[in-house]
C-alpha cells in the first residue's frame, strides 16, 4: 500500500495538471486520496458461466481505482459512446487504471469514470487486487473550486461522500447511473 501511494500521486499529479489545477496542496491531496483501500476479490470457476453475473455493470465510486489481475481475464469496459463492452486482456505485470465517479464529479465531468463489469469463467478461478483511491467519508465533493472560479459552469453539486457511496450501495448496480445523484 505504502509502495502504490506514489505511484498514485504521480498519477493524479499529472490529472490534476491535465484540468489546468497547478499544484496538490495538502488539503487537495487529502480529498484526491483521502482514504484508500485494497480488495482482495476471489471469483470461482463458475459451471455455467453464461448464467452468472461476475460483477454487475457499474462504476466505482473512487477517484482512481488501481487494478491487478490475474491471467484469466474477464473484465470488460464499455465503449466511450456507450456502445460495445471492450475486453481488458491481462498484461503480465500490468495495471489497469480507472477513473473513477469521485474524480469525475472533482473534475466537473472532463474526466469520466468508467463503466465496467466482470464476467464468470467456465474454467478456472479467477483473482483480482483493486485498490480503491477515495476521499474520506466525511469530505464534499464536488467540481474543484479552480475550476468554477475560472468561469466554468458547474454540472455537479456538493455532496457527502459517504452519502453519494451510501446511494451507490442501496441498489443494484446500473451502470453509470449513480454519477446522476451529483449532477444540478
Given at each position: 500500500m505504502k509502495k502504490s501511494e506514489v505511484v498514485i500521486k504521480q498519477l493524479l499529479q499529472v490529472l490534476i495538471k491535465g484540468l489546468n489545477v497547478n499544484e496538490i496542496d495538502e488539503a487537495k491531496e487529502s480529498l484526491l486520496m483521502g482514504s484508500i483501500r485494497t480488495n482482495l476479490n476471489y471469483y470461482p470457476k463458475c459451471p455455467n458461466p453464461e448464467l452468472t453475473v461476475g460483477v454487475g455493470r457499474h462504476s466505482d465510486v473512487s477517484t482512481l481505482t488501481?487494478?491487478?489481475?490475474?491471467?484469466?481475464?474477464?473484465?470488460?469496459?464499455?465503449?466511450?459512446?456507450?456502445g460495445d463492452w471492450i475486453?481488458?486482456?491481462?498484461?503480465?505485470?500490468?495495471?489497469?487504471?480507472?477513473?473513477?465517479?469521485?474524480?469525475?464529479?472533482?473534475?466537473?465531468?472532463?474526466?469520466?469514470?468508467?463503466?465496467?463489469?466482470?464476467?464468470?469463467?467456465?474454467?478456472?478461478?479467477?483473482?483480482?487486487?483493486?485498490?480503491?483511491?477515495?476521499?474520506?467519508?466525511?469530505?464534499?465533493?464536488?467540481?474543484?473550486?479552480?475550476?468554477?472560479?475560472?468561469?466554468?459552469?458547474?454540472?455537479?453539486?456538493?455532496?457527502?461522500?459517504?452519502?453519494?457511496?451510501?446511494?451507490?450501495?442501496?441498489?443494484?448496480?446500473?451502470?453509470?447511473?449513480?454519477v446522476e445523484f451529483a449532477e444540478l
Open positions: 488501481i487494478l491487478l489481475q490475474d491471467e484469466i481475464g474477464g473484465l470488460f469496459v464499455r465503449g466511450n459512446k456507450g475486453h481488458v486482456p491481462p498484461i503480465k505485470g500490468s495495471l489497469v487504471i480507472n477513473v473513477g465517479d469521485a474524480l469525475q464529479i472533482m473534475s466537473n465531468g472532463r474526466y469520466r469514470s468508467v463503466e465496467r463489469r466482470v464476467v464468470a469463467n467456465g474454467s478456472k478461478n479467477r483473482i483480482l487486487v483493486p485498490i480503491f483511491v477515495n476521499p474520506r467519508p466525511t469530505d464534499m465533493i464536488g467540481p474543484l473550486p479552480e475550476l468554477v472560479a475560472n468561469g466554468e459552469i458547474p454540472i455537479y453539486k456538493q455532496v457527502l461522500y459517504s452519502d453519494y457511496v451510501k446511494h451507490f450501495f442501496r441498489k443494484a448496480h446500473d451502470g453509470k447511473k449513480t
